[in-house]
């Protein structure tokens, strides 16, 4: 972790990656796991003539790079197996930053929608 990353990331999130369905049909995830991010929240709906769109809900700052669509992320700490069950939101999008100051690690924005 880079230095400017080790006092900007301090607050523990929940990450479950998302495995796939599982043999009867329901959705899989990987057991919860600790990550460390600073966030954001937010929330504007957007209603058009074609009904309403998806909006971002949070943004996760991390150096965590494994992050995908479809994953699941929480603000705080949970050991619950179940990303729904533990109120997280999905993962809508990734994007990635430079490490501008040290090289170290890249960035990375993690988007949830609503």
Same mark, same amino acid.
């Given at each position: 972790? $880079?230095?400017i990353a080790r006092w900007s990331y301090t607050a523990p999130c929940t990450f479950?990656?998302? %495995? @796939?369905?599982?043999?009867?049909g329901d959705s899989s995830? $990987?057991?919860p796991e600790i990550i460390m991010c600073d966030y954001q929240g937010g929330v504007s709906a957007k209603i058009g003539n074609l009904g309403t769109e998806i909006v971002v809900?949070?943004?996760f700052w991390s150096e965590f790079s494994e992050a995908k669509k479809g994953d699941y992320i929480l603000i705080g700490e949970s050991n =619950?197996? /179940?990303p729904t069950e533990a109120g997280a939101d999905e993962v809508m999008q990734v994007i990635r930053y430079a /490490?501008?100051?040290?090289?170290?690690a890249d960035d990375y924005a =993690? %988007?949830? @929608?609503?």
């Open positions: 972790m $880079s230095e479950w990656r998302y %495995l @796939g369905m599982a043999e009867n995830w $990987s057991g809900k949070n943004t =619950i197996a /179940d /490490d501008t100051f040290e090289r170290t =993690i %988007l949830t @929608g609503v």
